[in-house]
Structures are given as structure tokens and as C-alpha cells.
């Protein structure tokens, strides 16, 4: 473990990130799979991705978003896991109940991260090095052995996230202001919070391929790159100022799925792309928002190359369809069904092997217009159907009542781990 700095300074946050999460608690299920390198799936096709990979995978090469093909040829003793979300949400909250045992959680980050401000004594190194290494052991005890967590110290939450990856796995860092910015260099700039493929596609055509060439940016040209306040709050995040973030409002509900064999056809597509706008309506309304955007995204298989293989995951060279829509804001399922069936007319007819779908543009319910041509065109009638289907469901199972195109695939789609979400389980 990293040693305490030895200065001063205070640390306000404690970052927890679970170690390989899916595949560690599938390891702590099953004892044979202990010691072995596992993949968790969704659905255990060579043309999908693993989600998870354990440690003894990782040494073969095997990540999050290899392709499971691909895994079973770099590792062929690889044990492929199909992913069990009601078991991951079990243990994420015995997790939580371990954590609060020893200091109170701030924020559930993730499934499997969560954060902690310290207080008062708590915030000298020393004591929080000591009470990092009090939460590392009452996970371990109260949950097991094989689940391990990395833990990280900073000043701020970016930091104690980026603290928290510099040393997997069982890692514990602390980094203090006057250790910035020369403890950040061995990081690359995708390992910051928040910076993605994208972004980082646009730091590296500024020619900004370190931590240090974007630390040496100032705070116009970083606020300027980021495009707004976004780059602003990192350039002082990266110099240890700690401040509030204003909580937002959520941006979108959505859900995606990866589509079995037999669901490869434009028609059970739509199908699943429909469940989906079931699921997306239904945390809709218990969110008590409307919304009036809807993103649909769909991935076609990849035409097979010269050696009759067709290699499958997200490469920019991969055929997709992606319909952007407006419409007058509502949360009623059948009005969202509608919207996506008119869009869906333009899919084109491929082989689709994902499809999400995206409700954007949302608002509260309190500051929904009342709409003159409501009642001509029976909203109230839709927004009552939707209730009931909510109360039955609530109260018989979520497929109890349903919409008649999703018959055939109203098992299909279950809930999964979302690395940003912890899933209701009713809502399957």
C-alpha cells in the first residue's frame, strides 16, 4: 500500500471502489471459480462482451468490452459467467451496510463505488489512512474474502476517484495538495473522471497526450476545450480546491440491450427497442418527470471479413442508426410506443445485435404546461392506462399487464447493472 503522506494536509473524501465487482462476487458465490479467470456476460454469446473480467483474467488481456470471441481465444480456460443482477444489488447493499459501519456514505456513486466526507479529525492523513484501512476490513469480514476494494484519499472527490485508481487491486492512496500536481503524471488523461473516448479524441487533436500537458494548461484554455464551466471545475479540481457540485437534474432515463441470436431481426428488434420504452416509462413516472426526447440507437452486426468471421463490439467502423426525435412532452408509455414506431419506419433493415433507447429533455410534472389539444386527442385516457398498468404490475409482477407488441419478448431485456445505477429489481 501506498504510504501516508507525512505533511499537514487535510483530506476531505474517501473514495470506494469495489475491486472487479461482478466478477468477484461471483468468485465469493462459487468457490471453484476462485483462482481462475472469469468473464461476466450478459448472455453467454461469442458475439457479445464482457461486462467483468477478474484479476486472473485481466493477465490474459481480457477487460470490460472484450469481446467474448475474443476472450475464449486469449484465454481458453476462461469461465463465462452470465451476469446475475439481483445477486450484484444483494451484495452492493451489504457493502453499503459494511461502509456505513464505519463511517456514513455520502453518495452511492455506482454499483460499485461509493464516496464519504470526513470530518474533523477524520481528515488528517493519518486518521483517514487508518479508517481506510477500518472500511477495506469490514467489507472483507462482513461480506468476503474475495471481495476486495481499492480505496482512495484526496482533498476532493475527483482526486479521491483518481487516488483510487492508481493502485489495483486492494489499493489504498492518498494524495495531498502539496503532493499535486507531480503524483497525477503517472496518470493518463482517460483516467480522470469524466474524460471519455471522446474527449479524449479531442485532447489528443490539441496534441494534449499526458497528465502533464493538460495540467499545464491554464484555466481559459481548459475552460475553452471542455466548452463551458465543465473545464472550468476540473482545472480547480486538479489543484485540490474542494467545492459542491449543483445537483442536477437527470438528464435521461434509458435502457439497452444486447440482442440474443434469435432476436437479430428488425422485427424482434423493435420488439425489445418497445420493452424497453416499457421499462424507460415506468421510472419515468416514478420519478414524477415528462419528457419530449427520445434517442434510439441501434449496432449492426459487422459484414464478415475475407475469413468468414464477423468480429463484433463497438468500432467505429461498425454499421448503426440513430433517430434524434421531438415531440410534445408526455410520460405515458403508449404516446412514447407511437414516437418510436413512426421513427422505427426508417431502421434500416440490417442485422441488429443492440438496441437502446433514450428519454431525454426531461422536466419536472410541476412545470408541465396544461395542453389545449389534450383532451382531444385522449391524453388522459393514455395517462390513466399507464397508471394502471403501474399499479398492477406493482402488485402482480412487472409483466402482468403489457402492450401486445412486446409479447413475444416481454422476458427478454431483464434488469442489468448499470455501472452508473443500482437497478430496481421490480422492474424486469
Not at 425489445?272 to 419515468?284: D, E, M, P, S, T
Amino acid at each position: 500500500m501506498a504510504s501516508v503522506a507525512q505533511n499537514g494536509d487535510l483530506v476531505n473524501w474517501l473514495f470506494v471502489d469495489m475491486n472487479s465487482y461482478f466478477a468477484s462476487v461471483e468468485q465469493q458465490e462459487q468457490p471453484r471459480l476462485r483462482s481462475k479467470p472469469t468473464a461476466v456476460v450478459t448472455v453467454d454469446v461469442d458475439s457479445t462482451c464482457c461486462i467483468a473480467a477478474s484479476y486472473e483474467a485481466k493477465a490474459y488481456g481480457i477487460s470490460t468490452g472484450t469481446q467474448l470471441g475474443e476472450a475464449k481465444k486469449r484465454c481458453p480456460q476462461l469461465q463465462v459467467i452470465e451476469a446475475r443482477h439481483d445477486l450484484y444489488v444483494k451484495y452492493h447493499n451489504q457493502i453499503r451496510d459494511a461502509v456505513e459501519s464505519c463511517l456514513h456514505i455520502s453518495k452511492v456513486v455506482s454499483v460499485d463505488e461509493m464516496e464519504c466526507m470526513l470530518l474533523g479529525r477524520e481528515q488528517q492523513p493519518a486518521n483517514a489512512f487508518v479508517l481506510a484501512k477500518r472500511v477495506k476490513q469490514a467489507i472483507r469480514d462482513a461480506v468476503g474474502e474475495c471481495l476486495r476494494c481499492s480505496v482512495g484519499l484526496a482533498p476532493n472527490r475527483l482526486l479521491a476517484k483518481a487516488a483510487s485508481n492508481m493502485q489495483k487491486p486492494d489499493g489504498l492512496v492518498t494524495i495531498t495538495r502539496s503532493q499535486l500536481p507531480q503524483i497525477l503524471f503517472s496518470l493518463k488523461p482517460r483516467d480522470l473522471p469524466g474524460v471519455g473516448e471522446r474527449m479524449e479524441l479531442r485532447l489528443r487533436s490539441q496534441g494534449i497526450h499526458t497528465m502533464e500537458q493538460l495540467y499545464q494548461l491554464d484555466m481559459e484554455q481548459m475552460t475553452k476545450l471542455w466548452g463551458g464551466v465543465l473545464g472550468t471545475r476540473l482545472w480547480l479540481k486538479l489543484r485540490g480546491l474542494d467545492f459542491d457540485d449543483r445537483a442536477s437534474q437527470k438528464t435521461s432515463i434509458g435502457h439497452q440491450h444486447v440482442l440474443p441470436p434469435e432476436l437479430r431481426t428488425r422485427e424482434q428488434a423493435a420488439a425489445v427497442g418497445q420493452k424497453l420504452l416499457h421499462k424507460a416509462g415506468v421510472r419515468l413516472r416514478r420519478a414524477k418527470l415528462h419528457t419530449s426526447g427520445m434517442v434510439i440507437f441501434v449496432l449492426f452486426s459487422k459484414p464478415k471479413d475475407k475469413s468468414g468471421e464477423s468480429r463484433y463490439w463497438l468500432h467505429s467502423d461498425r454499421p448503426l442508426w440513430e433517430a434524434n426525435l421531438s415531440f410534445p412532452a408526455c410520460q405515458d408509455t403508449m404516446t412514447l410506443i407511437n414516437v418510436f414506431q413512426q421513427a422505427w419506419a426508417n431502421c434500416p433493415d440490417l442485422k441488429p445485435v443492440l438496441v437502446s433507447v433514450a428519454l431525454v429533455d426531461l422536466a419536472p410534472e410541476e412545470m408541465q404546461n396544461l395542453n389545449l389539444f389534450g383532451d382531444m386527442y385522449g391524453e388522459w385516457k393514455f395517462n390513466r392506462i399507464a397508471q394502471v398498468m403501474d399499479n398492477m404490475n406493482e402488485k402482480y409482477g412487472s409483466t402482468a399487464l403489457y402492450l401486445g407488441g412486446i409479447h413475444h419478448v416481454r422476458e427478454t431485456a431483464p434488469p442489468r447493472i448499470a455501472f452508473q445505477s443500482i437497478p430496481d429489481i421490480s422492474l424486469k
